[in-house]
DNA sequence: AATGAATGAGAATTCATTCAT
DNA sequence: AATGAATGAATTCTCATTCAT
């Protein structure tokens, strides 16, 4: 039984904060101070478990990436048919655990810096490599392989879209909704036999 | 013949460092300091034409998101079919004077921006709105509305989740591939008889 | 006929400026652009009128002594008597025109000047010297040499510091009561035959 | 017995170098930066104590007046008669600690403001309110109302009269002279038996 | 482990002044 | 005489980071 050490409940609590305040305040706004204010912590502390504030942004998201790649991985491992792993890709990504105000929101402020970092941008990598072998690793089984490469890349896009859609609609986006535009897709790829709704019928 | 006045070459100018600047060193470090110097000017002027910051990022997301407009406004204006107005739409924002990598980075770092400005939040619906109401315009000609409403929502999407695949990669975003994604995804939801391709046949 | 010079209008009207200026604004907030826009001109012209804003600041306290000057000067024209000669120099302190919420005002934000600005420290001692002057003309026969120039130092005080109350009282000082106290304080010092009730009677 | 906080250190070492600032270089040139310096700290901290200037200054000018009420309170406390009232305000205005060429010089400048800053007027007013209060409660035992009102008012304008010269005169002003001033004018207001010089006899 | 005082660099903004037109 | 574009220094304020306690 792993020891939950207390470096590790701060550090997971100011991960909290950052989220929480940049989705209050803005990514700008969300200085060191009001992050560490939010997590009822001292500013110095801070430094004390995040290097410094690009180590503790760099935490954050992959903190969020890591959240996202368990929610998928708790429905792939239920997973057997190719298609029901599809799905599990993006039920997970449309979760009501993920899929929040708050980690859209987030997730949009980090989009914008990955460009100029190269340690946000590696996470960035990575999370589309593992998107994208997830995708093509069930799709491969449906369909030719060029085909399964452009639908992965057509499934991305369309998440990451209704991702933004989310952040950039004040009121929010219907889960159903996103998740109907994606299975749409993924319907209009597939041979007949393996759409969703003859599955249900 | 309109007379060119002095201060709009100097706010296109300092527009369009705003847009090289954010490219260049990210939204955070595009300080008014460094746009002035990009434009080689000085940084008090830019505030003799400019309020202040915030409003010369407005000006730049505002002129960003008109050169889009113009772009598929002018081909909009020869189109003729509904199915050529989808074109016109799909091809302007995948035209090589606008998708272009500082475009695609500014962009991100706007949409970042918008649920923290309201100014910014408002040119954002402007252009939803405009792009919804171009694509519906053509698409409900084509199928039934609810269809069509669906239709358009999912194509935007698509359009901004390859605005921002454009500027999360690295090496950019091939616009063949691009547009292919978004003609592909049209065709599916097309009755047989206004495919493109079949069109182009 | 002394012809008009336009200059002579010019630096009359930004003189006006300022003062109104430095009433609404303040003096910190009386910029020279805002200075400039309230005369109706262009900021640029002011320096060719004034060498530099201290010198407009200086001719404006310069301007607003010598219109308090005249305004005494006009009434000592037509005193003939010790008394009325007083009389002249409390009234033209608290006459219509120059005892308004504009002057006060600017004269208040001089004042705090005064100890930083040789210039206008040199202004402040010539309309003491002058007002002192003045009074002790008069004074001195009615009475002895050193009470005289103890009720003069007197009046001075009272007078500016009823100066000096118009300007923080918000709702402005009624001029009958200032000079009624100038002139309470100059019977309690005058013998009995010269006091300003029984003039009167 | 409290605790010194490092913060009310601070705090005050903060406002004397603003008021030794402020009489050294002006009120315009008394930046932040400068007081800063002048305290022995760097500017950051200043923000750190105060919200901004603007407060920085408020609890400069509140000190300045808590001063100036504490030295008369001293007095007050230890007088009986109402001509002793008289003469605690009266001294506490002039005594060598809070007459001085700084205060004096500082208050100039705070008048200047009052009339543009909502903060500070309602300092003034308070002082005002306290200073003709205290007043007004020893002279309406010795004279009639409205000439207690009258000769509150007249007092008080001569020891802001007297406040102004001594920023005004680049040499000072004689306390014992402002004094003289003071108790005269309180001296012909009396009725006979009260007056100063006799009490002294 | 934790605090928060303190620093100092850097940001936006203002403004007097100059100068080409 | 007059404009207003342009400059660049100066100012206030913020913030990440450090460090003594």
């Not at 950052?18 to 001292?42: K, N, W």
């Not at 110095?44 to 368990?70: N, P, Q």
């Not at 890709?89 to 914008?112: M, Y």
């Amino acid at each position: 039984m792993p020891k939950i050490e207390i470096s590790d409940i701060r550090r997971r609590e100011l991960i909290a904060a950052t989220i929480a305040t940049i989705y209050e305040q803005g990514f700008a706004d969300a200085t060191v101070a009001r992050i560490a204010r939010r997590a009822g912590l001292s500013t110095g502390i801070v430094h004390h478990y995040f290097r410094d504030k690009d180590h503790l942004l760099e935490a954050t998201m992959r903190s969020l990436a890591s959240g996202l790649g368990m929610e998928i991985a708790a429905r792939l491992a239920s997973a057997e048919r190719p298609r029901e792993r599809l799905e599990a890709v993006i039920d997970g990504n449309f979760s009501a655990t993920q899929f929040t105000r708050e980690a859209v929101t987030a997730w949009t402020c980090f989009w914008s810096q990955v460009p100029f970092s190269e340690r946000l941008s590696r996470i960035q990598r990575v999370i589309y490599s593992r998107l994208r072998s997830n995708l093509l690793h069930a799709l491969r089984q449906m369909m030719p392989a060029q085909q399964a490469e452009d639908t992965a890349f057509g499934l991305i896009t369309i998440i990451d879209g209704l991702w933004l859609r989310a952040a950039l609609d004040g009121e929010g986006l219907d889960p159903v909704r996103a998740r109907a535009l994606a299975y749409g897709f993924v319907d209009t790829r597939l041979p007949a036999g393996s759409k969703s709704n003859e599955a249900a019928a």
